[in-house]
């Protein structure tokens, strides 16, 4: 009964002149505390970071504490792929035979580092790529910079990752294989992080920050796109908003990200590449973020703080976007910025 009334609940949005029905969002259940999730292909199961005793522990005050899961949208089917270290971003190869995720698994012998605060990532994170019952582990990368943030394109052909030297974060690809490795952005201002590959898996959608800003709370961010040869870098907002953590929707125009609104809310945000002013999503007094989307574009899943205390008590949401339309079926080219 509880689940039909939640069902039956809309909020309708009034933005740029149209009304969407947004549906109420679910918590996950019997999955523990949660940051970053993503789907697979199936639109069913889920990748994520899951808090798991079993992980070493962060340490007071620091990110961290988390493994490497995957459940489905419902809650069940629940697998832990890696039992030591600690674990970050994590993604599903297109055919679903594998995933690539983040870990200090061969590093515990290095400081632990605090996953959110960038003057002290860990640099023991490195690459693995593996099937997904764990098996079959490759690691990618073996070396004292931070990797991290890692996703796959939509063909399958490139993993593309942040990676932080001597402070500094760009953008860097490489082959499923590890080979052909080649740094994407060279900038030493720009903090550039989360990429991920459009539909035509050439084109990286990501977010920068910049050092020079890094004293303004909250920092400025601005969402890009770029080449994943480093070149047609296209800037997509214009503000001193805090744009973070796009994800790019199936239709290759709109992603979703993250804005502070009055109180000190994050909320998430839909926005379109080619510009105009983004379709507010999620109506919640507290933390909500790390948006993605479902590949056939119907679902957006999130993190919600159900604490009192900022980002307290994170974890993992569903919401029935299916009214915005944002499925592959409406994929048309990545649009030039035009507002
Ligand atoms: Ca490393
Ligand atoms: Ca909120």
């Not at 690539?100 to 400081?111: A, C, I, K, L, Q």
């Not at 993992?316 to 079926?329: A, H």
């Amino acid at each position: 009964m509880k689940k039909l009334i939640s069902l039956a609940i809309f909020i309708l949005v009034q933005n740029n002149g149209y009304a969407i029905n947004i549906q109420q969002a679910y918590q996950i259940p019997n999955i523990a505390e949660s940051a970053e999730a993503y789907y697979a292909p199936d639109s069913i199961h889920i990748i994520a970071q899951v808090q798991d005793e079993t992980a070493q522990e962060p340490g007071p005050g620091k990110a961290g504490g988390a493994l490497t899961y995957i459940f489905t949208d419902q809650g069940t089917d629940i697998f832990r792929v890696n039992d030591h270290g600690q674990d970050a971003c994590s993604f599903f190869f297109p055919d679903m035979s594998k995933i690539v995720w983040t870990s200090t698994r061969d590093n515990m012998d290095m400081p632990l580092g605090n996953w959110s605060d960038d003057s002290d990532y860990p640099q023991g994170s490195e690459l693995y790529i593996s099937n997904l019952d764990g098996s079959n582990i490759k690691r990618l990368t073996n070396n004292e910079y931070y990797e991290a943030e890692v996703s796959v394109s939509p063909d399958g052909e490139w993993i593309v990752f942040g990676r932080q030297i001597q402070g500094n974060m760009d953008l860097w690809k490489m082959r499923s294989d590890g080979s052909e490795e080649q740094q994407i952005t060279f900038t030493e201002d720009l903090q550039e992080g989360a990429p991920f590959y459009l539909p035509d898996s050439k084109t990286i959608l990501y977010r920068a920050w910049r050092n020079s800003e890094k004293n303004i709370h909250p920092t400025p961010m601005t969402v890009f796109t770029i080449h994943h040869d480093g070149t047609h870098r296209t800037q997509r907002t214009f503000d001193d908003d805090m744009n973070w953590a796009p994800y790019p929707a199936p239709d290759g125009k709109h992603y979703v990200f993250v804005r502070i609104v009055e109180g000190f809310n994050w909320e998430i945000f839909l926005g379109d590449l080619s510009g105009g002013e983004p379709t507010r999503l999620t109506y919640n007094p507290s933390f909500d973020g790390f948006p993605a989307l479902s590949p056939d574009g119907t679902k957006l899943i999130f993190s919600r703080s159900t604490g009192e205390r900022f980002m307290a008590g994170l974890y993992t949401f569903v919401m029935d976007v299916s009214s915005l339309n944002l499925g592959p079926e409406n994929y048309q080219g990545i649009p030039d910025y035009s507002p």
